[in-house]
């Protein structure tokens, strides 16, 4: 197999509704919120890292292909390396395939007129956040147990970065068709923690598709225009 090209698929996501993925609950403040989110260490904006986007991207597709594995009572990740799910996504380690994954996906950082927007807002309960506050109910004493869940707020937008690294035995369009499927039932699902109950509704916009080959790496390394 030879690498043909790295496509490079560029995209916006906005919150639609409170979005929580969450960090370490280390180091917080007295008066913080008990579940954080997973913020950057440097700058302190939330952002989504890129396993979140591709581990849901993956379920979602192995579910409505009905390629989700039962074991022992448990759903596996599909491992069979010939269907469309691991051709774009990879195979776990112990699989007899090798098939090699064919798509990155990176963090997505806040975009920076939404983080000016949230660091300048007198509304957020911490900087760039809103903290929501839940109620359990003791099941047996019908206690009511508070909880506060840090959500990044709704209206927020990330820049997303898919790399689709296409080889030349490979179909594009089917690629491109797959990631664009998994992209799709995100959207009508939920991306991060507590998307049953309302959080993590997102819309997620291609902006642009682009390539590099070998000539564009060994001349100007300027992507080009993927061309439908």
């Known amino acids: 197999m030879k690498l043909d090209k790295k496509v490079i698929i560029s995209g916006n996501i906005k919150?639609?509704?409170?979005?929580?993925?969450?960090?370490?609950?280390?180091?917080?403040?007295?008066?913080?919120?008990?579940?954080?989110?997973?913020?950057?260490?440097?700058?302190?904006?939330?952002?989504?890292?890129?396993?979140?986007?591709?581990?849901?991207?993956?379920?979602?597709?192995?579910k409505i292909t009905g390629k989700l594995p039962i074991k022992n009572g448990k759903a596996e990740p599909c491992k069979c390396g010939n269907c469309d799910v691991c051709t774009v996504f990879g195979v776990p380690a112990e699989a007899d395939s090798k098939l090699p994954g064919r798509l990155i996906v990176r963090d997505a950082f806040m975009k920076p007129e939404s983080a000016d927007i949230l660091d300048k807002s007198n509304n957020t309960d911490m900087p760039y956040t809103e903290v929501k506050t839940e109620v359990t109910i003791d099941r047996i004493t019908s206690k009511a147990n508070p909880?506060?869940?840090?959500?990044?707020?709704?209206?927020?937008?990330?820049?997303?970065?898919?790399?689709?690294?296409?080889?030349?035995?490979?179909?594009?369009?089917?690629l491109l068709n797959t990631v664009e499927t998994s992209l799709k039932l995100v959207e009508d699902d939920y991306l991060?923690?507590?998307?049953?109950?309302g959080y993590g509704q997102v819309q997620i916009d291609i902006t642009g598709i682009s390539y590099k080959d070998e000539s564009i790496y060994a001349g100007d390394n300027v992507a080009q225009k993927l061309e439908a």
């Open 15 to 62: 919150a639609l509704t409170g979005l929580h993925i969450g960090g370490s609950g280390q180091g917080m403040a007295i008066g913080g919120a008990d579940s954080p989110v997973l913020r950057d260490p440097i700058t302190n904006i939330p952002y989504i890292p890129g396993s979140s986007l591709k581990g849901k991207m993956r379920s979602l597709l192995e």
């Open 147 to 174: 909880r506060q869940i840090e959500r990044v707020p709704s209206g927020a937008e990330f820049d997303m970065q898919l790399i689709l690294n296409v080889y030349d035995e490979d179909d594009l369009n089917s």
């Open 192 to 197: 991060g923690g507590n998307g049953t109950r």
